[in-house]
C-alpha cells in the first residue's frame, strides 16, 4: 500500500516541493516536532479535505511543523492498526471518521479495541449524507426511487465508499426500516468512479458526503434526493430529509475526530483540544467548512468518547449485514 504524505505549507498541503511550517516564536512549542497527522482514507478524501484546511492554523496554535499523512486501506483499519501501536507521545494524532465506530462494531477481527486503545481528543466536524442521483434520471424523488424498489426488490443499486462505511450503513439503517430490498455497489476511494457509472446509468443512486458531492451538486451533475439528518441542510434547503419522506425520526450523522494512541497525558489531550477550539472558531475555517457541510461545535473528550459507545451499540445489530456482503 503506497503512503501519501503531504508536509504544510501557507495553509493548504503542498504536493511538490513541500515546505516546512516554521515554529512561531510567540507560542510554547508543541513537545513533539513535527507532529503528524494521521488519516485512513485517500487524498481528496473527506478527511484530508479537512485536514489541509486547519492544519496551517493548527500548526500556528500549537508552534510545531505539522505533517499530513494518508494512510489509506481497508476501511481505515490499516491506519488505525498502526497508530493504535504507536507511543502516546504527541507525535501523532489520528483524524478518526465515524467509520470507524462502524467496523470496530462489526467486525471481530480487528487487532486493536477503539475504546481500549486510543485516546479521545474531540469531534470536530458533524455531517449527514446525501441520496443523489444524474441529472437526467427517471427518480425525481426519494419516494420515486424507494416506490419502484419496493415493486422490484434488488432491482435498483446503489453505490457508497465501500462495506461496511457509515455510507453504507445509513442506507442498510433506512432498509431496516422499510423492508426494502436493493443491490450495494460499493467503490473504493472517492466520488469519481461511482459517479461515471452514475452519469452512464451502470448505477442507480449514489450515497455522497457534501464534502465530496457539494461541488457536483451545485454544478447541476448530481441531483439530491434526500439527505439523512433530521434537519434540512443549510447549503440545499430545498432538498428534503429520509425523516420527512420516508421514515420519521431518521437521522444519520457521522464525524471527524482527532485521538491519539492510548495513554497521552491529559495535558497534552486539553491542549490539543483547546487548540482545536481555537482553530474551528476562526471565521474563514469555520465559514468555509460550513460551506462544505460540515457542523464544526468542537466537543470535549468525554463528549467525542459517549458518541463513540453510541455509535458502538447503534452499529452491532447490522454486523450481519457487513460479515454477509
Known sequence: MKRRTFVVSSGIAALAAPAIVRAQPQAAAWPANPLRIMHGYDAGSNPDTIARQISQALSETLNTQIIIEARPGAAERLAATQIARMKPDGSVVYLMTGGQAVVSATDKTLQYDLLRD?????IITRFPFSFTVAPDSRFKT?????DEA??????LTYSTSGVGSTLHMAVELLLKETGITL????YKGGVAAPYNDLVAGRIDMMVVTFTGGQPLMKADKLRALAVTSKDRHPGFPDVPTVSETLVPGFDVVSWLGFTSPAGLP???????NEALR???A???I????????NDTTVSTPAEFRQRVEQDLARWRPLAHVVNQS
Do not use: C, S, W
Open 282 to 284: 476562526r471565521p474563514e
Open 142 to 146: 426519494i419516494q420515486a426511487y424507494m
Open 150 to 155: 419496493r415493486k422490484n426488490p434488488g432491482k
Open 118 to 122: 486510543f485516546d479521545f481528543i474531540g
Open 278 to 280: 481555537t482553530v474551528m
Open 266 to 272: 491529559p495535558a497534552l489531550r486539553d491542549r490539543f
Open 286 to 293: 469555520k465559514n468555509k467548512l460550513e460551506e462544505l457541510g
Open 183 to 186: 443491490t450495494h455497489v460499493p
